[in-house]
T-cell receptor, first 115, second 111 residues
Framework: DSGVTQTPKHLITATGQRVTLRCSPR?????VYWYQQSLDQGLQFLIQ???????AKGNILERFSAQQFPDLHSELNLSSLELGDSALYFC??????????????FGPGTRLTVL | GENVEQHPSTLSVQEGDSAVIKCTYS??????FPWYKQELGKRPQLIID?????GEKKDQRIAVTLNKTAKHFSLHITETQPEDSAVYFC??????????FGKGTRLHILP
């Protein structure tokens, strides 16, 4: 157990809908990262937050948004869902965040299925 | 373009043999090179990392070697066992403040 929690574990929804994925980082970690992993694909970096502020952006669609709250938990919002958004969404956390030597610890993931 | 390239994408080895996965990177700002293992349906987990200019680090059957001049680092698994079957990801520096993951190597341990 990495100490990073994600809810829900599974989510099934329909095209056009909006969902929210939640992540709680390890105690003491200030950074949260979001990744998308489609079937048999690698980890696509979406976005990073550090201490409440957006720190880095990857290949995140405009339909997706995220935020990090004062208690450091983070939410990833996915809207106007399409079939291709079906994937495993991972959250990771690290102590710092402005440092490429920072170890990332992954949560168990949320499996999103769009029907 | 691609900042971290990982090879091979799939690797099958006989149980008991060694497996080697290699990654190359383009940015040279960092001294941190982690490897993650992801079992089917589970989270990626850090299995080993190297944080210095030292060329090699070992942890039981797993080792990572780093060649900063050539900008590549490798994961070595010796005496492979069935539980080593998984997808392995390397990660390398992207500038001073970020890491980027390779596309992964699916390792099959054959009985």
């Amino acid at each position: 157990d990495s100490g990073v929690t994600q809810t829900p574990k599974h989510l099934i929804t329909a095209t056009g809908q909006r969902v929210t994925l939640r992540c709680s980082p390890r105690s003491g970690d200030l950074s949260v990262y979001w990744y998308q992993q489609s079937l048999d694909q690698g980890l696509q970096f979406l976005i990073q937050y550090y201490n409440g502020e957006e720190r880095a952006k990857g290949n995140i669609l405009e339909r997706f948004s995220a935020q990090q709250f004062p208690d450091l938990h983070s939410e990833l919002n996915l809207s106007s869902l399409e079939l291709g958004d079906s994937a495993l969404y991972f959250c990771a956390s690290s102590v710092r965040g402005g440092d490429s030597t920072d170890t990332q610890y992954f949560g168990p993931g949320t499996r999103l299925t769009v029907l | 373009g691609e900042n971290v390239e990982q090879h091979p994408s799939t690797l099958s080895v006989q149980e008991g043999d060694s497996a080697v996965i290699k990654c190359t990177y383009s940015d040279s700002a960092s001294n941190y090179f982690p490897w993650y293992k992801q079992e089917l349906g589970k989270r990626p987990q850090l299995i080993i990392d190297i944080r210095s200019n030292v060329g090699e680090k070992k942890d039981q059957r797993i080792a990572v070697t780093l060649n900063k001049t050539a900008k590549h680092f490798s994961l070595h698994i010796t005496e492979t066992q069935p539980e080593d079957s998984a997808v392995y990801f390397c990660a390398g520096p992207l500038g001073d403040d970020k890491i980027i993951f390779g596309k992964g190597t699916r390792l099959h341990i054959l009985p």
